[in-house]
């Protein structure tokens, strides 16, 4: 594990964390407390699993000490927080703001196809919700960004089952990561500036 390989492993993270806080400040007229509750509380938690996996490579790469608990909760507390992001995306979309259907974190197993399944629905109700809402606002060039990041999210996904201990792969699994959340970024931005905070759903 190099030390600049530890240092770009923030920049998704920070690069998400922007997108969050604007999505958070943009669908607060739209969406009822339950769901906000649920979306907000999810970004939080996908925030804070990238951040702790990162703070593990650089610990690691500084060699302080090799704080395993960071990298081994990442992937359940990434897929807790996709699943509680794509509900509040749901209640969003599909149900009327004072009737959002309210669900229990889900319990952390050993097993790792559970994690896939949820994380890869989460992701998909929250990049897909945001497509959606692109496509209501007429914003085609908009719902083609978040249709692009998710596809990386995916290749992501994908690249984490290879080996990462080769340095190349790594660094194809960072710019892939960079390039999703750049992409996220760069579209929640834009539906910003397209008057997201106003928008209202139909």
């Not at 998704?12 to 407390?33: E, Q, W």
């Not at 919700?129 to 978040?146: H, S």
């Not at 790594?170 to 106003?198: D, P, Q």
Request: glycine share 10%; with cysteine.
């Amino acid at each position: 594990m190099s030390l600049p390989m530890a240092i770009v492993d923030f920049i998704p993270v920070f690069l998400f964390l922007t997108a969050a806080m604007t999505l958070l400040h943009d669908f607060y007229h739209l969406m009822s407390k339950g769901a906000y509750a649920l979306f907000g509380g999810g970004l939080l938690v996908i925030f804070t699993a990238g951040f702790c996996k990162a703070l593990w490579k650089l610990l690691y790469a500084l060699n302080i000490c090799d704080f395993a608990a960071l990298n081994t909760a990442f992937f359940p507390m990434q897929t807790v927080g996709f699943v509680l992001g794509g509900i509040g995306m749901a209640g969003l979309l599909f149900f009327p703001q004072k009737n959002t259907v309210y669900a229990a974190v889900p319990a952390v197993f050993k097993g790792t196809m559970i994690f896939v399944a949820l994380t890869v629905l989460g992701t998909l109700s929250i990049w897909g919700g945001l497509a959606d809402i692109a496509g209501k606002m007429k914003k085609r060039d908009i719902m083609a960004v978040f249709i692009v990041s998710f596809i990386c999210m995916m290749g992501m996904g994908y690249l984490s089952a290879k080996d990462f201990s080769q340095p190349l792969m790594n660094w194809i699994g960072e710019g892939v990561n960079i390039a999703g959340m750049s992409l996220f970024l760069l579209g929640v931005r834009a539906l910003h500036k397209a008057g997201l905070e106003t928008f209202e759903l139909k």
